[in-house]
């Protein structure tokens, strides 16, 4: 008789899978990764790991979809928040994500050169799509706010394509910074970190002042990222220890 396996338990099995995929995701790559590398690291069987996911794909469509979860934590309470105005919403939500990284800074500096090798590619692909998806209903539900404060185009609010430029632009302005910072040697003079900072200081005055035309809004009304922030990523790197394993968090 086969064995029955409570609710509870099936979750947790399945979060201890996703947990391992996404470790060896971050030090190994996606295309580098096989199941066979997860069955060894939880000493699970072929057969136990396919009563959870049906292959690889679906075990990556699922971390994804496990991501975008993580993600709802800083936005939906930000979006639903009746206190602030659409802009306020906007910088809030941007701000969280920065907050966020900079208090992993250590973490992700590790995880960017793995994350931007041929290795990962797919995954990158996957989860820059699923990103723009799911974050197009709440910056559209914004965007109707703005309008109705009359603060943005009203165009926003019936065109959906625009708010994935939006996104698209967004998105764009983030690869930039990631693979500017990537560019960067540990070893960087001063002279070098400052002209890094300053290129990446004018990516985002470039993309802040594109994204603000599409909107309709004053110049200034958003930052995107805080400048302060990147200067710490920029000019005061962290050097990791030899023996340091990225971990997921």
């Not at 994500?97 to 692909?125: E, F, G």
């Amino acid at each position: 008789m086969p064995r029955v396996i409570k609710p509870e338990e099936y979750l947790q099995k399945r979060g201890e899978i996703l947990d391992v995929a996404q470790r060896l995701i971050y030090t190994k790559g996606y295309e580098l990764m096989s199941i066979q590398d997860i069955l060894d690291a939880l000493g699970i069987s072929k057969g136990a790991f396919y009563h959870y996911f049906a292959s690889k794909q679906d075990l990556l469509e699922a971390m994804i979809e496990r991501m975008m979860h993580e993600m709802e934590k800083f936005l939906d309470p930000i979006v639903q928040d009746a206190g602030l105005t659409a802009l306020e919403k906007l910088e809030r939500f941007f701000g969280s994500v920065a907050s966020w990284k900079s208090a992993r800074k250590a973490m992700l500096t590790q995880l960017l050169r793995v994350w931007y090798t041929d290795n990962n590619a797919i995954v990158r692909q996957k989860v820059v799509v699923a990103g723009g998806q799911w974050m197009a209903p709440y910056l559209l539900q914004i965007f109707r706010q703005g309008i109705q404060e009359g603060m943005m185009d009203p165009s926003l609010g019936q065109n959906e394509e625009a708010t994935r430029v939006v996104i698209s632009l967004m998105m764009s302005m983030g690869e930039g910074i990631a693979l500017a910072i990537l560019a960067l040697k540990p070893d960087a003079s001063e002279t070098e970190r400052q002209a890094c900072l300053t290129h990446i200081e004018n990516l985002v005055l470039a993309y802040r002042g594109a994204i603000e035309r599409i909107m309709a809004v004053p110049p200034g009304s958003i930052s995107l990222f805080n400048l302060d922030i990147l200067q710490d990523w920029v000019l005061e790197p962290d050097v990791p220890s030899p023996d340091s394993q990225p971990q997921p968090g």
